[in-house]
């Protein structure tokens, strides 16, 4: 199989004029050992049956990934690729001027004018592209922190505005997921016995939940006496509120 550097790279024939040279290729789908298992069980004929169906479905699956995805199509994606660092090397200023003239704020240098702005960006772009001391972490936004971080010799930070643009670029959103993930938690936290919750309940609860996925389980989180305290007042006021109730229902119920 020869190297495909992106899915727009993928070039689609129609499988009807090769299949003789498709049946070389059935034995490497990829389809699990279950499934092989149990194809190798049938005919010959209903095997290449079976495979066909696949091959088909591959080929009808990324026809529609390359027409319906948007990332494969929109400058605005393509670009984003120069925030990856392990492509430093490689990566144009083209990209981040792409950025800065959409979104002029991005330069944020106070007191000098655009051009000047320009050339000092351009300036720490170079030197991040020849730069060999570059800090490495799992995460590309961890990353771009610590790179945020380094100063020369004279104490200065050495990509102030580069940084400030990378991190805008990976403030773009890649896909709906991250939306959809927070739609499902209001459903799962504001249910029908819940349906009095406030929204400024619901949005605390939500933030603790988000940030619960990055910081562990609570129980692993140190101990907050602010929040403990807050915690216990909601307490002891719900507990109140739920004894006046409950004593207005007797005195109620005697009448």
């Known amino acids: 199989m020869s190297y495909?550097?992106?899915?727009?790279?993928?070039?689609?024939?129609?499988?009807?004029?090769?299949?003789?040279?498709?049946?070389l290729l059935y034995f490497e789908l990829i389809i699990g050992a279950e499934t092989?298992?149990?194809v190798v069980k049938l005919t010959d004929g209903a095997q290449q049956e079976v495979y066909e169906d696949i091959i088909q479905f591959y080929i009808t699956a990324f026809q529609y990934l390359t027409t319906k995805l948007p990332c494969l199509h929109e400058d605005l994606y393509k670009y984003c690729e120069v925030a990856d660092v392990q492509l430093h090397v490689s990566a144009?200023?083209?990209s981040v001027l792409?950025?800065?003239?959409k979104h002029s704020c991005l330069l944020g240098i106070e007191g000098t004018s655009d051009n000047v702005s320009l050339d000092k960006l351009q300036t720490e772009f170079t030197q991040y592209q020849t730069?060999?001391?570059?800090p490495q972490a799992d995460r590309v936004d961890v990353q771009w922190h610590m790179i945020s971080q380094m100063q020369d010799m004279l104490g200065n930070f050495k990509y102030k505005h580069l940084a400030r643009v990378m991190s805008a670029i990976l403030a773009v959103p890649h896909s709906n997921a991250d939306c959809e993930r927070v739609f499902s938690l209001v459903r799962k936290t504001r249910i029908e016995a819940r349906s009095s919750m406030t929204s400024e309940t619901l949005e605390s609860l939500l933030i603790q939940k988000v940030t619960a996925v990055h910081s562990g389980p609570c129980y692993s989180v140190g101990k907050c006496d602010v929040m403990v305290g807050v915690a216990k007042s909601v307490v002891h006021k719900q507990k109140t509120a739920n004894r006046s109730m409950a004593a207005s229902f007797n005195v109620v119920s005697i009448y």
């Open 36 to 38: 092989r298992a149990a």
């Open 4 to 23: 495909c550097g992106s899915a727009l790279e993928v070039v689609f024939h129609d499988y009807a004029l090769y299949k003789s040279t498709f049946t």
């Open 131 to 134: 730069a060999v001391d570059l």
């Open 92 to 94: 144009k200023f083209s």
């Open 98 to 101: 792409y950025f800065v003239e």
